[in-house]
């Protein structure tokens, strides 16, 4: 039964059709094949036609998925339909195809396209709606909108890469389910400002909204252009500045009186220009620079009235014009850093008035023209108007629209030329430089150019040191030093996927991103854990460790990998007095191996900080060998840091056969009969307990150990794959968050791919010597999941500063890095016959794959010479000219037989450091926390038994550390051997855990720490 009205409302939705005001709901009972006529037909098929459709199928109760065994069909007017039809996707176009694809979204409009040419000549006479589920008895309910057939528009030649890329991907999404959470952004590549339109000039979180707010009109209403600094919705935009042109008598300040309706259709969205048709007879343009813009507006003729208005999404901020150019400043949206900002800007034709908007906020300012056409050259600043009349001078001035928007042009082909498929779709092109677009957005630059473009001295507003006194009109109160500083990364998100990717397409300049960020531990003491732009108290784990580390193993030339590094090695062994900065819970977390249950999301924190000591160890034993001035305190660090890295055995229970949260007193949070691993939230960050079952990425082997080996960890991963998510079990959530509708939407078991924590897990069978199932659902996932890219879709999560564009690329080229912090990639297989791609700063490599319809690898060859291991180093790959893959339609045995490397290397379970010392909580040196301390010149203690320590920490208090000591040893308390003896020592930090190597170990039940004079100390360990 079909009925036309309404629509289905939902996440993204309004209660109205796609675009239409109706939509047509389909409701029955599955039961065989179903077809009801819709309007259409009597027409002749033209070369380059096509049919297209959106539909919405509703999620039924029983999750039988029935109402997405749909589609709209043709029949020709000799009764025959068009037999082996195909999606833009390369999915069965039928209904039964379209279903058994698992192509389309429950609970979203998607966007469905037919090739017709193959039926050119041929008349429809009919177009029909078909429904197909294969089980009988189903009650379903859907609706479908926009069925056309027509001419495809032409699709980019590939001379300009940029035209490829559509900024809306993403944007048609909410906070209550996510296909990217993105705005429409026009910048430049890691600028200083976006640009981007909005249609809540009132808020800091998500002021374009694609589809779901739209008018009785079912079309979305412009508010404003807008300068933006938004790192995410979620954490919140920050010194907005809105600029709308308004066509009427009275200079309109009141966003929604001012708002103008559009359709998608007359916008052009791309990262060099920004276009808008409004239907009141506006045309609306804009160009990015870095600091700045140039916007152009064009009038009707016979309009009313023709101004520019100036606002902020609050009353925190002003404009001001004195004849020649407009001043101002705003301070609004998230305070995490945020500073004013100011802006300098000059008009093509003199303001006829220039005065307060009629209605509104208080602060908006409108600018009046008696001319059809205006030009606007603005720039930003944080540090004062001057600065910004300086960026205006050296970006804009002179300079005209089109010569603005080539040179943005010539940038983003830049960036985007890195990856060159070949025999690819035209959504895959639209993906893959799409997925570069955003990858490049991110981090964002935060400094300035005070000097000349021959000469540049730069200089930035720093968000991480306090600010002093109040800002003017002209000019910040934040501290303004010299230097490069990168702002907005979330790194708990980043670090997977695409810091990995800046360091393989972009390693000259990962080493300025990587610096830029170390630049806040330099003015601040500690990296962002999310910057956005400064400390920011959100997110587990201090994941800039490992994604510094991984580019600096990889090869990336850190300006100051040593400072690089002590940022990194401040997080992995410092308690922090702030809970901005550092990591959460270690005061005790250190000593005991583990996060307690005391600290929120406690396994997050561990696992991810056992990742990052991880990788900071490997970073230490390389910089041993270039820095010999600290070799031996480096070779201490890295040993001490990676048995840490090996705690994680200590958070699995083998009741549960699961990763779950200890107690301060060790024991498990819960017993075998109330853990569920289904259950979101509690010691998890953002998933459950299933999700965080394979989070060992950097040890896969010890990981597959303690489920008992390779095939253990197989079955652990299959019936990870099977269990479904059924979004009901929020645990600690007092709602069913978005994350947990997104991962069951996935259908595929529990992987919540939607999310971060899930993206390494199908790369986890390459450690079972079963790879095959890794390259297929690798390749479903590039199939089904990043979907919807031409209606404002195209991810199936959050996609986060670039992350799960990352994704993409990596697992389109065959290749992830699985182990983040070892130079090596996990082996899929690669998605397109052949890619050519050229690392900016890096040799090219061809990647080709004969069979690339087919996801299993046959045989992989690197210059002609067989890899046998689903791995393989960033050395060997970049070093490579060529990789070849032969796929098949069947799995193989190519790289069953050996496994990739890993931390562990046999079948043992890993053994990490055990404290020697029994705890005592009435001595502050041995109370397991560095939240106690005291002063001593000679403390003694006694093991129950004697013991043969390899290691040991001291940790130093407030004040005091002792620069020299001597640690000896006795097996009767009476004669004493030396067992170590250090002077002219520096604890950098105060609250800082030190390791330190007994060079000649013994067994011995005695032990006694002497200094030459008082220190203040918070706790020692003997390790083994």
């Given at each position: 039964?079909?009925?036309?009205?309404?629509?289905?409302?939902g996440?993204?939705?309004?209660?109205?059709?796609?675009?239409?005001?109706?939509?047509?709901?389909?409701?029955?009972?599955?039961?065989?094949?179903?077809?009801v006529?819709?309007?259409?037909?009597?027409?002749?098929?033209?070369?380059?036609?096509?049919?297209?459709?959106?539909?919405?199928?509703?999620?039924?109760?029983?999750?039988?998925?029935?109402?997405?065994?749909?589609?709209?069909?043709?029949?020709?007017?000799?009764?025959?339909g068009?037999?082996?039809?195909?999606?833009?996707?390369?999915?069965?176009?039928?209904?039964?195809?379209?279903?058994?694809?698992?192509?389309?979204?429950?609970?979203?409009?998607?966007?469905?396209?037919?090739?017709?040419?193959?039926?050119?000549?041929r008349?429809?006479?009919?177009?029909?709606?078909?429904?197909?589920?294969?089980?009988?008895?189903?009650?379903?309910?859907?609706?479908?909108?926009?069925?056309?057939?027509?001419?495809?528009?032409?699709?980019?030649?590939?001379?300009?890469?940029?035209?490829?890329?559509?900024?809306?991907?993403?944007?048609?999404?909410s906070?209550?389910?996510?296909?990217?959470?993105?705005?429409?952004?026009?910048a430049?590549?890691?600028?200083?400002?976006?640009?981007?339109?909005?249609?809540?000039?009132?808020?800091?979180?998500?002021?374009?909204?694609?589809?779901?707010?739209?008018?009785?009109?079912?079309?979305?209403?412009?508010?404003?252009?807008?300068?933006?600094?938004?790192?995410?919705?979620?954490?919140?935009?920050?010194?907005?500045?809105?600029?709308?042109?308004?066509?009427?008598?009275?200079?309109?300040?009141?966003?929604?009186?001012?708002?103008?309706?559009?359709?998608?259709?007359?916008?052009?969205?791309?990262?060099?220009?920004?276009?808008?048709?409004?239907?009141?007879?506006?045309?609306?343009?804009?160009?990015?620079?870095?600091?700045?813009?140039i916007?152009?507006?064009?009038?009707?003729?016979?309009?009313?009235?023709?101004?520019?208005?100036?606002?902020?999404i609050?009353?925190?901020?002003?404009?001001?014009?004195?004849?020649?150019?407009?001043?101002?400043?705003?301070?609004?949206g998230?305070?995490?850093?945020?500073?004013?900002?100011?802006?300098?800007?000059?008009?093509?034709?003199?303001?006829?008035?220039?005065g307060?908007?009629?209605g509104?906020?208080?602060?908006?300012?409108?600018?009046?023209?008696?001319?059809?056409?205006?030009?606007?050259?603005?720039?930003?600043?944080?540090?004062?108007?001057?600065?910004?009349?300086?960026?205006?001078?050296?970006?804009?001035?002179?300079?005209?629209?089109?010569?603005?928007?080539?040179?943005?042009?010539?940038?983003?082909?830049?960036?985007?030329?890195?990856?060159?498929?070949?025999?690819?779709?035209?959504?895959?092109?639209?993906?893959?430089?799409?997925?570069?677009?955003?990858?490049?957005?991110?981090?964002?630059?935060?400094f300035?150019?005070?000097?000349?473009?021959?000469?540049?001295?730069?200089?930035?507003?720093?968000?991480?040191?306090?600010?002093?006194?109040?800002?003017?009109?002209?000019?910040?109160?934040?501290?303004?030093?010299?230097?490069?500083?990168?702002?907005n990364?979330?790194?708990?998100?980043?670090?997977?996927?695409?810091?990995?990717?800046y360091?393989?397409?972009?390693?000259?300049?990962?080493?300025?991103?990587?610096?830029?960020?170390?630049?806040?531990?330099?003015?601040?003491?500690?990296?962002?854990?999310?910057?956005?732009?400064?400390?920011?108290?959100?997110?587990?784990?201090?994941?800039?460790?490992?994604?510094?580390?991984?580019?600096?193993?990889?090869?990336?030339?850190?300006?100051?990998?040593?400072?690089?590094?002590?940022?990194?090695?401040?997080?992995?062994?410092?308690?922090?007095?702030e809970?901005?900065?550092?990591?959460?819970?270690?005061?005790?977390g250190?000593?005991?191996?583990?996060?307690?249950?005391?600290?929120?999301?406690?396994?997050?924190?561990?696992?991810?900080?056992?990742?990052n000591d991880f990788?900071?160890?490997?970073?230490?034993?390389?910089?041993?060998?270039?820095?010999?001035?600290?070799?031996?305190?480096?070779?201490e660090?890295?040993?001490?840091l990676?048995?840490?890295?090996?705690?994680?055995?200590?958070?699995?229970?083998n009741?549960?056969?699961?990763?779950?949260?200890?107690?301060?007193?060790?024991?498990?949070?819960?017993?075998?009969?109330?853990?569920?691993?289904?259950?979101?939230?509690?010691?998890?960050?953002?998933?459950d307990?299933?999700?965080?079952?394979?989070?060992?990425?950097?040890?896969?082997?010890?990981?597959?150990?303690?489920?008992?080996?390779?095939?253990?960890?197989e079955?652990?991963?299959?019936?990870?794959?099977?269990?479904?998510?059924?979004?009901?079990?929020?645990?600690?959530?007092?709602?069913?968050?978005?994350?947990?509708?997104?991962?069951?939407?996935?259908?595929?078991?529990?992987?919540?791919?939607?999310?971060?924590?899930?993206?390494?897990?199908?790369?986890?069978?390459?450690?079972?010597?079963?790879?095959?199932?890794?390259?297929?659902?690798?390749?479903?996932?590039?199939?089904?999941?990043?979907?919807?890219?031409?209606?404002?879709?195209?991810?199936?999560?959050?996609?986060?500063?670039?992350?799960?564009?990352?994704?993409?690329?990596?697992?389109?080229?065959?290749?992830?890095?699985?182990?983040?912090?070892?130079?090596?990639?996990?082996?899929?297989?690669?998605?397109?016959?052949r890619?050519?791609?050229?690392?900016?700063?890096?040799?090219?490599?061809?990647?080709?794959?004969?069979?690339?319809?087919?996801?299993?690898?046959?045989?992989?060859?690197?210059?002609?010479?067989q890899?046998?291991?689903?791995?393989?180093?960033?050395?060997?790959?970049?070093?490579?000219?060529?990789l070849?893959?032969?796929?098949?339609?069947?799995?193989?045995?190519?790289?069953?037989?050996?496994?990739?490397?890993?931390?562990?290397?046999?079948?043992?379970?890993?053994?990490?450091?055990?404290?020697?010392?029994?705890?005592?909580?009435?001595?502050?040196?041995?109370?397991?926390?560095?939240?106690?301390?005291?002063?001593?010149?000679?403390?003694?203690?006694?093991?129950?038994?004697?013991?043969?320590?390899?290691?040991?920490?001291?940790?130093?208090g407030?004040?005091?550390?002792?620069?020299?000591?001597?640690?000896?040893?006795?097996?009767?308390?009476?004669?004493?051997?030396?067992?170590?003896e250090?002077?002219?020592?520096?604890?950098?930090?105060?609250?800082?855990?030190?390791?330190?190597?007994?060079?000649?170990?013994?067994?011995?039940?005695?032990?006694?720490?002497?200094?030459?004079?008082?220190?203040?100390l918070?706790?020692?360990?003997?390790?083994?």
């Amino acid at each position: 039964m079909i009925v036309r009205g309404g629509g289905p409302g939902g996440a993204t939705s309004s209660r109205a059709g796609f675009s239409g005001v109706d939509g047509t709901r389909y409701s029955g009972t599955s039961g065989g094949r179903q077809v009801v006529p819709l309007p259409g037909g009597d027409r002749v098929v033209a070369a380059g036609d096509r049919l297209r459709y959106k539909v919405y199928p509703e999620l039924d109760a029983g999750l039988s998925y029935s109402a997405t065994y749909v589609a709209v069909e043709v029949v020709f007017a000799d009764g025959a339909g068009l037999d082996g039809a195909r999606d833009q996707y390369g999915k069965a176009a039928d209904a039964a195809g379209q279903g058994a694809a698992k192509i389309l979204y429950a609970g979203q409009w998607n966007d469905v396209q037919v090739d017709l040419t193959a039926a050119a000549g041929r008349t429809v006479e009919q177009v029909v709606l078909v429904v197909d589920a294969p089980e009988a008895g189903h009650e379903f309910v859907g609706w479908i909108d926009d069925v056309e057939i027509g001419p495809a528009p032409a699709e980019p030649d590939g001379t300009d890469l940029a035209a490829y890329v559509d900024t809306r991907r993403g944007t048609n999404a909410s906070h209550d389910f996510s296909r990217g959470n993105t705005l429409p952004i026009t910048a430049w590549p890691n600028g200083f400002n976006f640009l981007t339109p909005v249609t809540n000039a009132s808020t800091h979180r998500w002021p374009y909204e694609y589809h779901r707010a739209n008018n009785a009109d079912n079309r979305p209403e412009l508010q404003g252009l807008t300068f933006s600094h938004q790192p995410s919705p979620w954490m919140g935009d920050r010194d907005q500045l809105t600029i709308m042109p308004v066509a009427a008598a009275e200079p309109l300040g009141d966003p929604a009186e001012r708002a103008a309706a559009f359709s998608h259709d007359d916008e052009t969205a791309r990262p060099d220009l920004y276009a808008v048709d409004l239907a009141n007879g506006v045309r609306a343009e804009l160009t990015p620079t870095d600091h700045g813009a140039i916007f152009r507006f064009t009038f009707p003729r016979d309009a009313a009235g023709r101004h520019l208005i100036f606002d902020t999404i609050d009353e925190h901020g002003a404009f001001s014009y004195d004849g020649n150019a407009i001043t101002g400043w705003v301070e609004n949206g998230s305070e995490t850093g945020r500073t004013r900002m100011y802006c300098y800007g000059e008009f093509s034709t003199a303001p006829i008035a220039f005065g307060a908007a009629h209605g509104g906020r208080a602060n908006a300012r409108a600018a009046t023209f008696d001319v059809p056409e205006v030009t606007l050259r603005i720039a930003t600043s944080f540090i004062g108007v001057d600065q910004a009349r300086h960026n205006l001078e050296l970006e804009l001035a002179g300079r005209s629209f089109e010569e603005i928007q080539a040179a943005a042009n010539a940038v983003w082909n830049e960036r985007l030329q890195v990856i060159r498929p070949e025999g690819a779709t035209p959504p895959q092109l639209r993906t893959v430089y799409g997925n570069l677009y955003r990858l490049n957005l991110y981090p964002n630059s935060h400094f300035e150019n005070a000097g000349t473009p021959d000469a540049p001295e730069y200089r930035y507003a720093s968000p991480v040191l306090p600010t002093s006194g109040d800002p003017t009109e002209r000019d910040t109160n934040a501290v303004v030093k010299s230097g490069k500083m990168y702002v907005n990364s979330g790194f708990w998100d980043t670090y997977r996927t695409a810091w990995p990717a800046y360091a393989f397409f972009y390693p000259a300049l990962t080493a300025e991103l990587v610096d830029g960020f170390v630049q806040q531990y330099r003015d601040g003491g500690w990296i962002a854990r999310w910057s956005s732009p400064g400390y920011a108290d959100c997110m587990t784990g201090t994941s800039s460790d490992v994604s510094f580390a991984d580019a600096y193993l990889k090869g990336v030339t850190l300006p100051d990998p040593l400072a690089t590094y002590d940022a990194g090695l401040r997080n992995a062994t410092v308690a922090p007095s702030e809970t901005e900065v550092g990591r959460k819970g270690i005061e005790t977390g250190i000593f005991a191996g583990y996060v307690s249950t005391d600290t929120e999301e406690s396994v997050s924190w561990s696992l991810e900080a056992y990742l990052n000591d991880f990788a900071l160890a490997e970073m230490a034993t390389r910089l041993a060998d270039e820095h010999p001035e600290r070799r031996d305190q480096l070779l201490e660090e890295a040993e001490y840091l990676r048995r840490r890295s090996l705690n994680y055995v200590l958070l699995f229970d083998n009741s549960v056969n699961f990763f779950q949260g200890r107690r301060a007193d060790g024991s498990f949070a819960k017993t075998a009969a109330d853990f569920d691993p289904e259950e979101w939230g509690g010691d998890f960050t953002e998933t459950d307990g299933w999700n965080f079952a394979f989070h060992v990425a950097h040890d896969p082997r010890g990981l597959a150990n303690l489920y008992g080996g390779p095939r253990g960890l197989e079955a652990k991963l299959d019936a990870f794959f099977a269990t479904p998510e059924l979004a009901v079990k929020k645990g600690t959530y007092s709602i069913v968050i978005h994350e947990m509708l997104e991962a069951q939407a996935v259908r595929m078991g529990q992987f919540g791919f939607s999310n971060q924590p899930a993206h390494h897990i199908a790369w986890m069978y390459n450690y079972t010597g079963t790879p095959a199932k890794t390259q297929a659902i690798a390749r479903e996932v590039l199939d089904r999941l990043y979907v919807g890219e031409q209606i404002g879709q195209g991810y199936p999560g959050d996609e986060d500063n670039g992350e799960m564009s990352a994704w993409y690329l990596f697992a389109a080229l065959g290749l992830y890095p699985l182990r983040v912090g070892a130079p090596e990639y996990a082996i899929g297989s690669p998605l397109f016959p052949r890619v050519l791609v050229s690392p900016l700063g890096g040799r090219p490599l061809t990647i080709t794959a004969s069979g690339a319809e087919h996801p299993y690898v046959q045989d992989l060859q690197v210059d002609g010479k067989q890899l046998s291991v689903a791995s393989i180093t960033h050395a060997d790959l970049t070093a490579a000219d060529q990789l070849h893959f032969t796929l098949g339609a069947e799995p193989s045995d190519w790289a069953t037989l050996e496994l990739p490397p890993a931390l562990t290397s046999n079948d043992a379970v890993a053994r990490p450091l055990v404290d020697l010392i029994p705890v005592d909580p009435s001595n502050p040196l041995l109370d397991d926390t560095s939240a106690t301390e005291t002063t001593l010149e000679r403390v003694a203690w006694t093991l129950p038994a004697p013991a043969t320590p390899t290691l040991y920490t001291l940790t130093s208090g407030s004040a005091d550390a002792p620069s020299a000591w001597q640690l000896e040893a006795s097996t009767d308390g009476t004669t004493w051997t030396l067992l170590d003896e250090r002077t002219n020592q520096t604890f950098r930090w105060s609250r800082q855990t030190r390791p330190f190597t007994i060079k000649t170990p013994g067994e011995y039940q005695h032990y006694r720490l002497t200094t030459p004079t008082p220190a203040t100390l918070a706790q020692l360990e003997l390790l083994h």
